[in-house]
């Protein structure tokens, strides 16, 4: 039996395997590719490569520190987690099953998509899904937030303090009439576009413009780019039966990640904490790790409030 398992090869999963090893711990990192979510990154024709903070290059540098991580990796996908009387059993997609007294799940999320002609064709080349990481290029631009809710309303006051013009596309009232939607929409630079469903993406190298429908009739605004912020939709379902979910399907953990299962924790994006970057996902998954090292000395729940190491 392992001492650890981590599932997932993002920020935190990577981060949460790294400490592992440097803790000498018996883990298995279980992972298809590595770097998650990180992997894709934004085109803009105004933008050299040498201006973006690249989450990928992050994860290279932290990457080449885990000389070990061949030894521990499986590639491939996690179907099923059962728990044991004393620990848990790693299923992954190829057949073979693996044995753990403690796991950590950083799976991850993504963002729900339009699922509209165009999206395909243009993500990553003018549309994205991460406003929060590339809002500091739209300086004098003019762009297009897709959403109503939370995200969306977060995205439109990051990017209404940079760019010439916000038009916020909102297929519903969501959280728009909010105390927030109200002093966010109130920007001299932001304008909506209620009850409007997005139809189509059109440009040519680069997404040019959002076609929009409202009431039947169809506009093309244009953009210098888009941002979807419609909801993160987290990879949970590994746990959906073992740990407790927050009402939007996020893992809930504690300040030390534990779930609701001794022994099981999790990191990064697929939890209810808030770590929507690369360094944020990093640090999650280490503290992961060590909340998994701290339950194998039996310190599970043990009161850290004045002993904290260092
Ligand atoms: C388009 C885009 C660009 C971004 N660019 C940046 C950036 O430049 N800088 C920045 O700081 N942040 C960026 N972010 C945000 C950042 O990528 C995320 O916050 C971060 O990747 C989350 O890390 P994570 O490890 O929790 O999850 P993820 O990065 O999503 O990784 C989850 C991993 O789990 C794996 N996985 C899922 N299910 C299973 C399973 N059943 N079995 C095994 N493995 C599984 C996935 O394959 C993946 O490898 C970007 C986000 C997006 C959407």
Redesign the pocket.
Known sequence: MHELIV???????LAAAAYAVRKRMDALF?????????K???RLPWVEDYQ????AETIQRFRSQLEYLDFMRVR????HIARLEEGFRVEVANGHSYETRTVIV????N?EMLNIPGEKEFE?RGL???TM?YAPLMVDRNVIVVGAEMMALRAVAELSRIATHVTLVAEKAGHLDTPTGQIVLAAPNVSVKRDTHPVEVVGDDFARALVVEREGQREEIPADAIFVERRLIP?SG?VADLAELDECGFVVVDTRNRTSVPGLFA????TNAM???????LGD?EKAALSAFDHLLGMGSADFACTRGR
């Open positions: 599932i997932g090869g993002g920020p935190a999963g279980i992972s298809k590719g590595l770097g998650g979510r990180t894709r990154q934004l973006v903070i690249i989450g491939g996908n996690v179907r950083a799976t991850g999320a963002g990553m994205c899904y991460s990481t990879n590994l990191a990064g994006d697929v770590t929507f970057q690369v360094l944020m996902g998954g």
